[in-house]
Protein backbone atom coordinates (compact mmCIF):
# COMPACT_ATOMS: atom_id res chain seq x y z
CA UNK A 1 0.00 0.00 0.00
CA UNK A 2 2.03 2.93 -1.13
CA UNK A 3 0.87 6.89 -0.09
CA UNK A 4 -1.74 6.97 -2.12
CA UNK A 5 -3.51 4.56 -0.70
CA UNK A 6 -3.46 2.14 -3.62
CA UNK A 7 -2.46 -1.42 -2.83
CA UNK A 8 0.70 -3.63 -5.26
CA UNK A 9 -0.13 -7.58 -4.66
CA UNK A 10 2.51 -8.21 -7.04
CA UNK A 11 2.12 -9.77 -10.86
CA UNK A 12 -1.73 -11.34 -11.06
CA UNK A 13 -2.60 -13.84 -13.38
CA UNK A 14 -5.76 -15.22 -14.29
CA UNK A 15 -9.81 -13.42 -14.13
CA UNK A 16 -9.73 -10.96 -10.96
CA UNK A 17 -12.35 -9.10 -9.36
CA UNK A 18 -12.61 -5.52 -9.57
CA UNK A 19 -15.05 -3.03 -7.80
CA UNK A 20 -15.58 0.68 -8.36
CA UNK A 21 -12.80 2.79 -7.92
CA UNK A 22 -10.13 0.65 -7.61
CA UNK A 23 -8.18 -2.49 -8.76
CA UNK A 24 -6.66 -5.22 -8.03
CA UNK A 25 -3.66 -6.39 -10.13
CA UNK A 26 -2.73 -2.78 -11.01
CA UNK A 27 -1.45 0.45 -9.31
CA UNK A 28 -4.09 3.03 -11.28
CA UNK A 29 -7.16 3.06 -10.02
CA UNK A 30 -8.82 5.62 -11.87
CA UNK A 31 -12.18 3.45 -13.33
CA UNK A 32 -15.16 5.76 -13.17
CA UNK A 33 -17.50 2.35 -13.30
CA UNK A 34 -17.19 -1.21 -11.85
CA UNK A 35 -14.90 -4.14 -13.70
CA UNK A 36 -15.93 -6.86 -15.05
CA UNK A 37 -13.66 -9.57 -16.47
CA UNK A 38 -13.21 -10.01 -20.18
CA UNK A 39 -11.01 -12.95 -21.85
CA UNK A 40 -9.09 -12.73 -18.38
CA UNK A 41 -8.11 -9.15 -18.80
CA UNK A 42 -9.76 -6.37 -16.36
CA UNK A 43 -12.39 -4.12 -18.47
CA UNK A 44 -14.45 -1.07 -17.01
CA UNK A 45 -17.79 0.13 -17.80
CA UNK A 46 -20.43 2.35 -15.91
CA UNK A 47 -23.44 0.45 -18.21
CA UNK A 48 -24.24 -2.05 -15.95
CA UNK A 49 -26.38 0.20 -13.25
CA UNK A 50 -29.08 -1.69 -10.36
CA UNK A 51 -32.20 -4.05 -10.58
CA UNK A 52 -35.44 -2.43 -9.54
CA UNK A 53 -37.95 -2.86 -7.30
CA UNK A 54 -39.95 -4.35 -9.07
CA UNK A 55 -38.24 -6.48 -10.58
CA UNK A 56 -38.33 -8.70 -7.27
CA UNK A 57 -41.44 -10.80 -6.30
CA UNK A 58 -41.68 -13.76 -3.11
CA UNK A 59 -43.83 -16.34 -2.62
CA UNK A 60 -45.78 -17.70 0.64
CA UNK A 61 -45.36 -18.24 3.51
CA UNK A 62 -43.11 -14.87 2.34
CA UNK A 63 -44.32 -11.55 1.57
CA UNK A 64 -42.80 -8.89 -0.43
CA UNK A 65 -43.68 -4.86 -0.48
CA UNK A 66 -42.39 -3.86 -4.01
CA UNK A 67 -42.50 -0.24 -3.26
CA UNK A 68 -40.30 -0.48 0.36
CA UNK A 69 -38.39 -3.33 -1.07
CA UNK A 70 -38.82 -5.10 2.32
CA UNK A 71 -39.27 -9.15 2.37
CA UNK A 72 -41.25 -10.82 5.19
CA UNK A 73 -42.61 -13.37 6.94
CA UNK A 74 -45.57 -13.92 9.16
CA UNK A 75 -46.28 -15.75 12.30
CA UNK A 76 -48.14 -19.37 12.08
CA UNK A 77 -50.86 -19.86 13.07
CA UNK A 78 -53.96 -22.26 12.82
CA UNK A 79 -54.74 -20.97 9.58
CA UNK A 80 -51.31 -19.60 7.95
CA UNK A 81 -48.01 -21.06 7.25
CA UNK A 82 -45.27 -18.78 9.09
CA UNK A 83 -42.43 -18.67 11.13
CA UNK A 84 -42.66 -19.93 14.79
CA UNK A 85 -43.13 -17.95 17.67
CA UNK A 86 -40.87 -17.85 20.92
CA UNK A 87 -44.40 -17.71 22.87
CA UNK A 88 -45.37 -20.71 20.65
CA UNK A 89 -42.02 -22.51 20.74
CA UNK A 90 -42.35 -22.53 24.92
CA UNK A 91 -45.92 -23.60 24.81
CA UNK A 92 -45.44 -26.27 22.35
CA UNK A 93 -42.32 -27.61 23.87
CA UNK A 94 -44.37 -27.68 27.62
CA UNK A 95 -46.82 -30.37 25.87
CA UNK A 96 -47.25 -33.60 26.74
CA UNK A 97 -45.88 -36.17 24.61
CA UNK A 98 -48.88 -38.50 25.68
CA UNK A 99 -51.89 -38.61 28.80
CA UNK A 100 -49.42 -40.64 30.08
CA UNK A 101 -46.88 -37.71 31.20
CA UNK A 102 -48.99 -36.42 33.37
CA UNK A 103 -48.64 -37.30 37.45
CA UNK A 104 -52.22 -36.36 39.53
CA UNK A 105 -52.85 -37.54 43.09
CA UNK A 106 -55.89 -40.36 43.46
CA UNK A 107 -59.54 -38.09 43.59
CA UNK A 108 -57.80 -34.66 42.42
CA UNK A 109 -59.15 -33.26 39.51
CA UNK A 110 -56.98 -30.61 37.67
CA UNK A 111 -58.64 -27.09 36.92
CA UNK A 112 -57.33 -24.39 35.13
CA UNK A 113 -55.76 -21.45 37.36
CA UNK A 114 -55.47 -17.44 37.12
CA UNK A 115 -52.53 -17.58 34.64
CA UNK A 116 -54.43 -20.25 32.27
CA UNK A 117 -52.42 -23.39 33.74
CA UNK A 118 -53.77 -26.24 35.19
CA UNK A 119 -53.65 -26.81 38.65
CA UNK A 120 -54.35 -29.77 41.19
CA UNK A 121 -57.52 -28.74 43.92
CA UNK A 122 -59.36 -30.77 46.10
CA UNK A 123 -62.54 -28.29 45.65
CA UNK A 124 -64.15 -31.09 43.28
CA UNK A 125 -62.89 -34.46 44.06
CA UNK A 126 -63.36 -37.88 43.02
CA UNK A 127 -62.48 -40.98 45.56
CA UNK A 128 -62.64 -44.62 44.82
CA UNK A 129 -66.41 -45.48 45.72
CA UNK A 130 -67.07 -42.74 43.10
CA UNK A 131 -67.96 -40.63 45.26
CA UNK A 132 -67.85 -36.61 44.58
CA UNK A 133 -66.80 -34.29 46.56
CA UNK A 134 -67.51 -30.69 45.96
CA UNK A 135 -65.69 -28.49 49.09
CA UNK A 136 -64.60 -32.05 50.93
CA UNK A 137 -62.06 -34.20 49.66
CA UNK A 138 -63.75 -37.33 52.11
CA UNK A 139 -67.41 -37.25 50.50
CA UNK A 140 -70.24 -39.47 52.21
CA UNK A 141 -72.66 -39.55 48.86
CA UNK A 142 -72.58 -39.79 45.94
CA UNK A 143 -72.78 -36.09 45.80
CA UNK A 144 -71.53 -34.78 48.75
CA UNK A 145 -71.46 -30.48 49.07
CA UNK A 146 -69.72 -29.21 52.24
CA UNK A 147 -70.97 -25.56 52.17
CA UNK A 148 -73.58 -23.48 50.53
CA UNK A 149 -75.08 -24.79 47.62
CA UNK A 150 -78.23 -22.76 45.20
CA UNK A 151 -80.15 -24.34 42.28
CA UNK A 152 -81.02 -22.45 39.51
CA UNK A 153 -80.55 -18.48 39.28
CA UNK A 154 -82.14 -15.63 41.85
CA UNK A 155 -85.22 -16.74 40.67
CA UNK A 156 -86.54 -20.49 39.96
CA UNK A 157 -84.80 -23.35 41.12
CA UNK A 158 -85.77 -27.31 40.86
CA UNK A 159 -84.73 -30.29 43.10
CA UNK A 160 -85.44 -33.56 42.03
CA UNK A 161 -84.42 -36.80 43.74
CA UNK A 162 -85.27 -40.09 43.18
CA UNK A 163 -84.28 -43.91 44.28
CA UNK A 164 -83.59 -41.45 47.20
CA UNK A 165 -81.11 -43.36 50.52
CA UNK A 166 -82.37 -45.24 53.08
CA UNK A 167 -86.39 -45.16 53.37
CA UNK A 168 -86.89 -43.12 50.47
CA UNK A 169 -86.65 -39.96 52.72
CA UNK A 170 -85.33 -36.59 51.47
CA UNK A 171 -84.05 -34.33 54.59
CA UNK A 172 -82.25 -30.94 54.85
CA UNK A 173 -80.26 -30.33 57.65
CA UNK A 174 -79.07 -27.23 59.34
CA UNK A 175 -75.67 -26.37 59.97
CA UNK A 176 -76.46 -25.51 63.76
CA UNK A 177 -78.01 -27.61 65.94
CA UNK A 178 -79.30 -30.60 63.49
CA UNK A 179 -82.96 -28.69 62.65
CA UNK A 180 -84.24 -30.76 60.14
CA UNK A 181 -87.13 -30.44 57.13
CA UNK A 182 -87.77 -33.33 55.37
CA UNK A 183 -90.15 -35.47 53.32
CA UNK A 184 -90.60 -39.12 54.26
CA UNK A 185 -91.28 -42.22 52.74
CA UNK A 186 -94.84 -41.88 52.74
CA UNK A 187 -95.02 -38.29 51.02
CA UNK A 188 -95.46 -36.18 54.69
CA UNK A 189 -93.29 -33.15 55.33
CA UNK A 190 -91.77 -32.93 58.55
CA UNK A 191 -89.78 -29.67 60.85
CA UNK A 192 -88.17 -31.51 63.24
CA UNK A 193 -85.59 -30.14 66.74
CA UNK A 194 -82.31 -31.12 67.03
CA UNK A 195 -83.53 -34.22 68.90
CA UNK A 196 -85.71 -35.54 65.90
CA UNK A 197 -89.22 -34.25 67.78
CA UNK A 198 -91.32 -33.74 64.69
CA UNK A 199 -92.97 -30.15 65.87
CA UNK A 200 -95.06 -30.00 62.59
CA UNK A 201 -96.09 -32.06 60.12
CA UNK A 202 -98.28 -31.83 57.12
CA UNK A 203 -100.04 -35.54 56.08
CA UNK A 204 -100.33 -34.79 52.66
CA UNK A 205 -102.74 -38.16 52.34
CA UNK A 206 -105.51 -36.18 54.25
CA UNK A 207 -104.55 -32.48 53.60
CA UNK A 208 -104.10 -32.34 57.13
CA UNK A 209 -101.49 -30.16 59.37
CA UNK A 210 -100.33 -31.19 63.02
CA UNK A 211 -98.88 -28.93 65.03
CA UNK A 212 -97.29 -30.54 68.21
CA UNK A 213 -98.32 -33.78 66.62
CA UNK A 214 -97.68 -36.35 64.31
CA UNK A 215 -101.37 -37.63 63.97
CA UNK A 216 -103.38 -34.67 63.30
CA UNK A 217 -107.17 -35.55 63.40
CA UNK A 218 -108.55 -32.44 61.89
CA UNK A 219 -107.46 -30.18 58.64
CA UNK A 220 -105.28 -28.53 61.77
CA UNK A 221 -104.75 -30.05 65.13
CA UNK A 222 -102.70 -28.62 68.01
CA UNK A 223 -100.80 -30.03 70.91
CA UNK A 224 -100.65 -26.71 73.19
CA UNK A 225 -101.59 -23.30 73.54
CA UNK A 226 -103.24 -20.90 70.42
CA UNK A 227 -102.64 -17.64 70.46
CA UNK A 228 -104.25 -15.45 67.97
CA UNK A 229 -101.91 -12.26 68.03
CA UNK A 230 -103.66 -8.91 66.92
CA UNK A 231 -106.94 -6.91 67.78
CA UNK A 232 -110.27 -8.15 66.19
CA UNK A 233 -109.49 -11.51 65.07
CA UNK A 234 -112.45 -14.25 64.07
CA UNK A 235 -112.75 -17.71 64.66
CA UNK A 236 -115.60 -18.33 62.61
CA UNK A 237 -117.41 -21.09 60.62
CA UNK A 238 -119.21 -21.73 57.50
CA UNK A 239 -118.50 -18.16 55.93
CA UNK A 240 -117.98 -17.90 51.97
CA UNK A 241 -117.82 -14.47 51.79
CA UNK A 242 -117.48 -12.13 54.61
CA UNK A 243 -116.00 -13.89 58.44
CA UNK A 244 -118.19 -10.51 59.93
CA UNK A 245 -120.89 -11.12 57.85
CA UNK A 246 -121.79 -14.42 57.30
CA UNK A 247 -121.42 -17.86 59.81
CA UNK A 248 -121.10 -18.00 63.03
CA UNK A 249 -118.56 -18.05 65.81
CA UNK A 250 -116.43 -16.25 68.30
CA UNK A 251 -114.95 -12.81 67.91
CA UNK A 252 -112.65 -10.27 69.41
CA UNK A 253 -114.40 -7.02 69.02
CA UNK A 254 -112.12 -4.25 70.61
CA UNK A 255 -111.51 -6.35 73.61
CA UNK A 256 -114.91 -7.73 74.02
CA UNK A 257 -115.63 -11.15 73.20
CA UNK A 258 -118.64 -12.10 70.96
CA UNK A 259 -120.82 -14.86 69.98
CA UNK A 260 -122.71 -15.45 67.38
CA UNK A 261 -125.20 -18.65 66.04
CA UNK A 262 -125.85 -19.26 63.07
CA UNK A 263 -128.32 -16.38 61.00
CA UNK A 264 -127.54 -14.98 64.41
CA UNK A 265 -126.28 -11.63 65.57
CA UNK A 266 -123.14 -11.03 67.04
CA UNK A 267 -123.12 -10.90 71.17
CA UNK A 268 -120.89 -10.16 74.18
CA UNK A 269 -119.68 -12.94 76.72
CA UNK A 270 -119.91 -11.22 79.76
CA UNK A 271 -117.26 -12.10 82.41
CA UNK A 272 -117.93 -12.66 85.76
CA UNK A 273 -116.99 -9.54 87.24
CA UNK A 274 -119.57 -8.18 85.02
CA UNK A 275 -122.42 -10.65 84.13
CA UNK A 276 -123.59 -13.13 85.68
CA UNK A 277 -121.64 -16.59 87.24
CA UNK A 278 -122.28 -20.18 86.69
CA UNK A 279 -123.32 -19.94 90.91
CA UNK A 280 -125.04 -17.05 90.53
CA UNK A 281 -128.29 -19.54 89.58
CA UNK A 282 -129.83 -21.82 90.73
CA UNK A 283 -133.50 -23.99 90.06
CA UNK A 284 -136.48 -25.56 92.07
CA UNK A 285 -137.53 -29.08 91.70
CA UNK A 286 -138.90 -30.56 89.14
CA UNK A 287 -135.76 -28.39 87.66
CA UNK A 288 -132.13 -29.02 88.27
CA UNK A 289 -128.95 -27.21 87.81
CA UNK A 290 -125.46 -28.05 87.91
CA UNK A 291 -123.27 -24.85 88.96
CA UNK A 292 -119.94 -26.18 87.37
CA UNK A 293 -121.37 -26.74 84.33
CA UNK A 294 -124.47 -24.49 83.61
CA UNK A 295 -127.00 -27.34 82.67
CA UNK A 296 -130.57 -26.97 83.40
CA UNK A 297 -132.70 -30.22 83.43
CA UNK A 298 -135.64 -32.24 84.64
CA UNK A 299 -136.04 -35.57 85.64
CA UNK A 300 -138.96 -38.04 83.99
CA UNK A 301 -142.29 -37.67 86.01
CA UNK A 302 -142.84 -40.99 88.31
CA UNK A 303 -145.13 -41.67 90.85
CA UNK A 304 -142.57 -40.80 93.58
CA UNK A 305 -141.04 -37.81 91.83
CA UNK A 306 -142.70 -34.61 89.88
CA UNK A 307 -141.17 -34.36 86.83
CA UNK A 308 -141.73 -34.13 82.74
CA UNK A 309 -143.83 -36.78 81.17
CA UNK A 310 -142.64 -39.29 78.65
CA UNK A 311 -144.13 -39.80 75.20
CA UNK A 312 -144.81 -43.85 76.03
CA UNK A 313 -146.59 -42.51 79.34
CA UNK A 314 -148.57 -39.91 77.43
CA UNK A 315 -149.90 -42.80 74.94
CA UNK A 316 -150.41 -44.76 77.93
CA UNK A 317 -152.75 -42.49 79.81
CA UNK A 318 -154.26 -41.32 76.47
CA UNK A 319 -155.53 -44.87 75.51
CA UNK A 320 -157.18 -45.44 78.94
CA UNK A 321 -160.70 -45.71 78.91
CA UNK A 322 -162.74 -42.41 79.89
CA UNK A 323 -165.33 -44.23 81.97
CA UNK A 324 -166.12 -47.86 84.11
CA UNK A 325 -169.55 -49.39 84.25
CA UNK A 326 -170.68 -52.23 86.61
CA UNK A 327 -173.52 -54.08 87.73
CA UNK A 328 -173.93 -58.15 89.71
CA UNK A 329 -176.64 -59.56 91.26
CA UNK A 330 -173.97 -60.69 93.83
CA UNK A 331 -172.06 -57.56 95.22
CA UNK A 332 -173.45 -54.61 96.28
CA UNK A 333 -170.03 -52.82 96.33
CA UNK A 334 -167.37 -52.47 93.82
CA UNK A 335 -164.48 -51.78 95.34
CA UNK A 336 -161.55 -49.89 93.15
CA UNK A 337 -158.86 -51.70 92.00
CA UNK A 338 -160.48 -55.34 92.70
CA UNK A 339 -161.87 -55.79 89.68
CA UNK A 340 -159.57 -57.77 87.51
CA UNK A 341 -161.59 -59.43 84.80
CA UNK A 342 -165.54 -59.49 84.00
CA UNK A 343 -168.01 -61.54 81.61
CA UNK A 344 -170.68 -59.17 81.22
CA UNK A 345 -171.35 -55.88 82.07
CA UNK A 346 -171.07 -54.31 85.79
CA UNK A 347 -173.25 -51.88 86.78
CA UNK A 348 -172.47 -49.89 89.91
Not at 80 to 108: E, H, I, R, V
Not at 120 to 138: P, Q
Not at 305 to 325: E, H, I, P, R
Request: charged share 10%; glycine share 14%; aromatic share 12%.
Amino acid sequence: VDGAGYVTAGNWSGDVIDSAYGGIGTTSADWTGFAYINGGQWSATSSLGYANLSDFSATGPLTYNSASGIFAINKASSSANGYLSNTDWTTFNNKWDSLSDMTLSQGYIYVGDGSDNPSATSSLFVDTNGYVGIGTDNPSYLLDVAGNARIGSTGNGTVMARQMIGNGAVYLFASNGGYRMGIDNTGDVSFADAGGNTKILFDLSTGSVGIGTTSPLSKLTVDGNLFLEGANNYLNFGATTSVAEEGYGFRDNGGTMQVRNANGAWANIESGGSGIALTDLSATSPLTYNSGSGVFAINIASSTANGYLTSTDWTTFNTAAATVTASSTYWDTVYLNRITSATDNLEI
